[in-house]
C-alpha cells in the first residue's frame, strides 16, 4: 500500500519515491557531503521528513531519485573493482582551464553552465543528468556553486511546486559569451585540415552513434 500525502490544495495523494526514502538513511554522511545542499537538507530523523514539507516536496523530485541512484553506485563501485576517481582527460577541459581558473569554477560548475546557455529550452538539474550525462550529484554540487556564485537563480515551477526551475543570471551572459567563444575555437582547431565532406561524414556519424548510445541505455533501463 503506497504512503499518502495530504496536499495543501487538495486530497492525500501517493508519495512519489517513497520507495527510495529507506536508502537515504543507509547513506553515509561522508558520502552525502558529496550530493548537494538538497539532500543534506532532509532530516536524518523519518518522523521528522513527514512533517517538512520542503524536504517532502524535494524526495518527491527527480533530481532526488536521482541523487539516491549515483550515491548507491558509489557506494558498491569498490566492490566492482572501480576506483573512487575516474577521469578522462580532455582537451576541451585544457582549453576552458584558463577561464574556470580566473571565475574560479570547476569544470563540471562551468559545463553546467554552458548547458543553460546554450540550451534555453532545458530548465532543471534533471535535465543536465538526462541529456548532458553528467552525475546527479555532481549536478546537485555545482549547481548550489553557480546559484551562491549567482550566475543561477531558482524558480519554482507554476504548475508544480515540486519542480525547481533554474535560470541563468544577468551576470552569467559575460561567461557563457566567452565559453561560446572556447567552444567554437576548439571545434575549428579539432578539425583543422579536414575538408567539408570529411565534417558531414563525421557529423552524421556523432549523431548515428548518440542514437545508438540512447538506445542502448534505454535497454538497460
Same mark, same amino acid.
Request: include cysteine.
Given at each position: 500500500?503506497?504512503?499518502?500525502?495530504?496536499?495543501?490544495?487538495?486530497?492525500?495523494?501517493?508519495?512519489?519515491?517513497?520507495?527510495?526514502?529507506?536508502?537515504?538513511?543507509?547513506?553515509?554522511?561522508?558520502?552525502?557531503?558529496?550530493?548537494?545542499?538538497?539532500?543534506?537538507?532532509?532530516?536524518?530523523?523519518?518522523?521528522?521528513?513527514?512533517?517538512?514539507?520542503?524536504?517532502?516536496?524535494?524526495?518527491?523530485?527527480?533530481?532526488?531519485?536521482?541523487?539516491?541512484?549515483?550515491?548507491?553506485?558509489?557506494?558498491?563501485?569498490?566492490?566492482?573493482?572501480?576506483?573512487?576517481?575516474?577521469?578522462?582527460?580532455?582537451?576541451?577541459?585544457?582549453?576552458?582551464?584558463?577561464?574556470?581558473?580566473?571565475?574560479?569554477?570547476?569544470?563540471?560548475?562551468?559545463?553546467?553552465?554552458?548547458?543553460?546557455?546554450?540550451?534555453?529550452?532545458?530548465?532543471?538539474?534533471?535535465?543536465?543528468?538526462?541529456?548532458?550525462?553528467?552525475?546527479?550529484?555532481?549536478?546537485?554540487?555545482?549547481?548550489?556553486?553557480?546559484?551562491?556564485?549567482?550566475?543561477?537563480?531558482?524558480? !519554482? /515551477?507554476?504548475?508544480?511546486?515540486?519542480?525547481?526551475? @533554474?535560470?541563468?543570471? %544577468?551576470?552569467?551572459? +559575460?561567461? *557563457?559569451? =566567452? #565559453?561560446?567563444?572556447?567552444?567554437?575555437?576548439?571545434?575549428?582547431?579539432?578539425?583543422?585540415?579536414?575538408? !567539408? /565532406?570529411?565534417?558531414?561524414?563525421?557529423?552524421?556519424? @556523432?549523431?548515428?552513434? %548518440?542514437?545508438?548510445? +540512447?538506445? *542502448?541505455? =534505454? #535497454?538497460?533501463?
Amino acid at each position: 500500500m503506497p504512503i499518502m500525502l495530504t496536499r495543501k490544495d487538495g486530497p492525500p495523494t501517493p508519495f512519489r519515491n517513497a520507495e527510495y526514502i529507506p536508502f537515504y538513511y543507509f547513506i553515509p554522511k561522508s558520502i552525502l557531503s558529496r550530493c548537494g545542499a538538497e539532500l543534506n537538507a532532509i532530516p536524518r530523523n523519518p518522523q521528522e521528513l513527514f512533517h517538512n514539507r520542503a524536504a517532502c516536496e524535494f524526495v518527491e523530485s527527480d533530481l532526488f531519485r536521482l541523487l539516491i541512484i549515483d550515491a548507491t553506485a558509489f557506494m558498491v563501485w569498490p566492490y566492482m573493482g572501480f576506483g573512487e576517481y575516474m577521469e578522462i582527460y580532455s582537451g576541451y577541459d585544457a582549453m576552458c582551464k584558463p577561464l574556470c581558473q580566473q571565475l574560479k569554477l570547476p569544470q563540471t560548475a562551468f559545463d553546467i553552465l554552458m548547458f543553460f546557455g546554450n540550451n534555453p529550452e532545458y530548465h532543471t538539474a534533471s535535465d543536465v543528468v538526462e541529456i548532458r550525462r553528467i552525475k546527479a550529484n555532481l549536478v546537485s554540487v555545482n549547481v548550489d556553486k553557480l546559484v551562491c556564485e549567482g550566475y543561477l537563480e531558482r524558480r !519554482e /515551477a507554476p504548475d508544480d511546486r515540486r519542480k525547481t526551475l @533554474l535560470f541563468c543570471t %544577468e551576470k552569467a551572459q +559575460d561567461v *557563457i559569451e =566567452k #565559453g561560446r567563444m572556447i567552444q567554437s575555437i576548439f571545434k575549428d582547431t579539432l578539425l583543422d585540415g579536414t575538408d !567539408e /565532406a570529411s565534417k558531414e561524414i563525421f557529423f552524421h556519424m @556523432l549523431h548515428v552513434m %548518440e542514437e545508438n548510445m +540512447d538506445n *542502448i541505455l =534505454k #535497454g538497460a533501463k
